[in-house]
């Protein structure tokens, strides 16, 4: 390689390495203004989780996304700045319903270490890409299942165990309190990570709250950083016993939703 072509390799790995260094430091300050610290090492597994995702993506379609910044911000970061509206505390038992590359649940447990995560998903090979994920990452606190919601929620060592169900991008609200509120136990909280068009769906979903005997929904909006896009959480506390039929067997709460 002649010294032309080695000074720039060189200034593209320090603008690169410049770039990572900028880009941790504006990720923290994300990260502090939705109340959260995040530590060098956690910062490194999540750049190590972005890159394993990246990686699988090329044979698996985990996700559309794949302009490095979009996942950071998209993903990442929209899994967790969103904690202060729903609370995890260590010790809880919380279930991510519909995982597909590990999102939210991959960038929760690596910020929150003392908290039992279920990541299930109906696609095995999704789940299976998961778990090499969770291996990789050295997360002691994941647990994999490929399973359909509709075949755990009536396993008596899932049903009404978790303290949170989070599903991110999964069904429309309706189908979502049918999967997830026979998973939480009493005085629990379903999270549904939604888009801005939240209000068909909060209005669908009248049907399901009363069948489910569950409380109407808390909305709470938010914004992504760099213009890219409004969210909504809606949070679902269970106050009442839901009845055993729910949810339906597989394939009907999307196919006759409530
Ligand atoms: N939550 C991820 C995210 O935010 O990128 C993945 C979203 S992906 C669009 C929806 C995932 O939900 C798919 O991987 C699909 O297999 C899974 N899924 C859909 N219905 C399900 C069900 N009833 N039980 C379990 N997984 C389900």
Redesign the pocket.
């Known amino acids: 390689m002649n010294y032309y072509y080695k000074q720039k390799l060189f200034g593209d790995l320090v603008s690169v390495l410049k770039g990572m260094v900028g880009f941790h430091q504006t990720f923290e300050k994300w990260m502090e203004e939705a109340g959260l610290n995040i530590t060098d090492t956690q910062f490194k597994k999540l750049t190590q989780y972005v890159d394993l995702l990246k990686k699988k993506n090329e044979e698996l379609n985990?996700?559309s996304i794949t302009d490095p910044k979009e996942v950071w911000i998209k993903?990442i970061l929209d899994s967790l700045i969103t904690v202060p509206f729903f609370k995890i505390k260590p010790g809880m038992k919380v279930m991510?319903?519909?995982?597909?590359?590990g999102?939210?649940g991959i960038p929760l447990a690596i910020m929150f270490p003392s908290v039992q995560f279920v990541l299930?998903?109906?696609?095995q090979k999704?789940i299976t890409a998961v778990e090499e994920f969770v291996k990789e990452l050295g997360l002691k606190n994941v647990a994999c299942i490929a399973?359909?919601?509709?075949t755990i929620a009536h396993h008596p060592s899932h049903r009404d165990q978790y303290d949170l169900v989070l599903?991110?991008?999964?069904?429309p609200l309706r189908v979502l309190i049918e999967?997830t509120v026979p998973l939480i136990h009493l005085y629990g909280n379903a999270i549904a990570?939604k888009g801005p068009e939240y209000i068909s769906e909060l209005s669908q979903s009248q049907n399901a709250i009363i069948k489910l005997k569950s409380e109407p929904p808390r909305v709470y909006q938010y914004s992504l950083p760099e213009g890219m896009g409004n969210r909504t959480i809606i949070q679902i506390t269970k106050k009442h016993v839901t009845p055993d039929v729910y949810p339906r067997r597989e394939g009907i709460?999307?196919k006759r939703p409530l």
Request: aromatic share 4%; glycine share 10%; charged share 20%.
């Open positions: 985990l996700t993903h991510d319903v519909g995982t597909g590359g999102l939210p299930i998903d109906s696609t999704k399973t359909r919601a509709e599903t991110r991008a999964v069904a999967l990570y709460p999307n």
